[in-house]
């Protein structure tokens, strides 16, 4: 099974991804299952219209689609708006400290991640923008949370791909993300790290912003064994989701 492990649905500033268009290429690449996330909007200020689009979305997809929740953390109502969204349907939470403005560590979105472990949620956050979204300050904050894993959405691409697989050492919660990754050199490192592999390894195409069939492509051409693969592309990100 392929489950793509982070797409953003709706319309950001640049780049848009309709359901429409979603299925499309889910159905063309055969992707089985795709976990959503609401549009730019939506994660950083409109948080309720987006959490309820993907929740609906999802919802109405016979298990094809899976939704994030995301709730800014300045928001005074923030863990409110996660548990509306759970009781809704959804399953994981994301978090995006450019978008919603605040440091991975400033204490602010502690709160969100206590209530994720709390729901047995794993977290998706984004990374590779200085100076508050980088892998080795998300790999400090997953060591306080052991028990969640965490999803390092994007492993730091482009410029911090280098502090991605320190960032996968020092955290064993901590687990990369393929976009972006040549599979020639940031992916063959973490696969032959032994203290990384690619079991700490999910796939995502990030759509819109990357293009899903090169994402996938990139993947399915990486000379690995047809079990880690598998893995890679859908077997652990459903084992994080439980």
């Keep these: 099974m392929v489950v793509d492990a982070h797409v953003r649905l709706g319309r950001g500033r640049e780049v848009s991804l309709e359901l429409a268009e979603l299925y499309s290429t889910m159905d063309e690449l055969g992707i089985d299952q795709a976990l959503v ?3 730019e ?8 219209a987006g959490n309820e689009m993907v929740v609906k979305a999802a919802a109405a997809s016979s298990d094809r689609l899976i939704a994030y929740a995301t709730a800014n953390p300045w928001r005074r109502d923030a863990v409110d708006e ?15 400290s450019v978008l919603q403005g605040f ?12 209530f994720a472990g709390a729901s047995g949620w794993l977290v998706y956050v984004r990374t590779g923008t200085p100076p508050n979204a980088l892998p080795l300050t998300l790999a400090t904050l997953a060591r306080r949370y052991p028990e969640i894993p965490f999803v390092m959405g994007r492993s730091g691409a482009t410029d911090f791909w280098i502090d991605a697989a320190p960032a996968l050492r020092h955290a064993p919660n901590l ?25 700490r390894l999910v796939f995502s195409t990030d759509a819109p912003y990357a293009v899903a069939r090169a ?28």
């Design 37 to 39: 996330a609401p549009d």
């Design 215 to 242: 994402e996938l492509r990139r993947v399915r051409d990486w000379p690995i064994d047809t079990a880690a693969r598998g893995e890679v592309l859908g077997g652990t990100i459903r084992r994080l989701l439980g």
């Design 175 to 199: 687990f990369g993300d393929t976009c972006y990754a040549p599979w020639d050199t940031v992916l063959t490192e973490f696969e032959r790290d032994p203290a990384i592999g690619t079991s």
């Design 82 to 96: 996660l548990a509306r969204a759970r009781d809704a349907g959804a399953r994981a939470l994301t978090v995006d």
């Design 103 to 114: 440091d991975l560590l400033d204490g602010l979105v502690d709160p969100l991640l206590e």
């Design 41 to 48: 909007r939506g994660i950083a200020v409109d948080n309720r």
